[in-house]
Nanobody, 122 residues
Framework: QVQLVESGGGLVQAGGSLRLSCAAS??????????MGWYRQALGKQREFVAA???????NYADSVKGRFAISRDNAKNTVYLQMNSLKPEDTAVYYC??????????????WGQGTQVTVSS
């Protein structure tokens, strides 16, 4: 089974930055051949698409995070990152890594991480 482990969440003031990481179990899964993405779920709301990156490096973002967030991948480390800048209180959510996402964000892939909490204070 594919294991995705997120890290890097925490509490930050509005305007601050965080970098999330998603490490995949290398022995059975390589991110280099899979589109990867990030979703988030705020308390009482549905999970929503945040960003995705294809194996070729094409990226896509939700309108709410464009210009502030950046997704990247390090194939050698089998890790995907989400750099989050200019954070706002409305970015507060549990952030989930996803493997196999459609680049448009309209459909998630089969594998999820356990999630990491991001809290932005005003």
């Amino acid at each position: 089974q594919v294991q995705l482990v997120e890290s890097g969440g925490g509490l930050v003031q509005a305007g601050g930055s965080l970098r999330l990481s998603c490490a995949a179990s290398r022995s059975i899964f390589s991110i280099s051949i899979s589109p990867m993405g990030w979703y988030r779920q705020a308390l009482g709301k549905q999970r929503e698409f945040v960003a995705a990156i294809t194996s070729g490096g094409t990226t896509n973002y939700a309108d709410s995070v464009k210009g502030r967030f950046a997704i990247s991948r390090d194939n050698a480390k089998n890790t995907v990152y989400l750099q989050m800048n200019s954070l706002k209180p409305e970015d507060t959510a549990v952030y989930y890594c996803n493997a196999g996402v459609v680049i448009t964000g309209t459909r998630s892939g089969a594998y999820w991480g356990q999630g990491t909490q991001v809290t932005v204070s005003s």
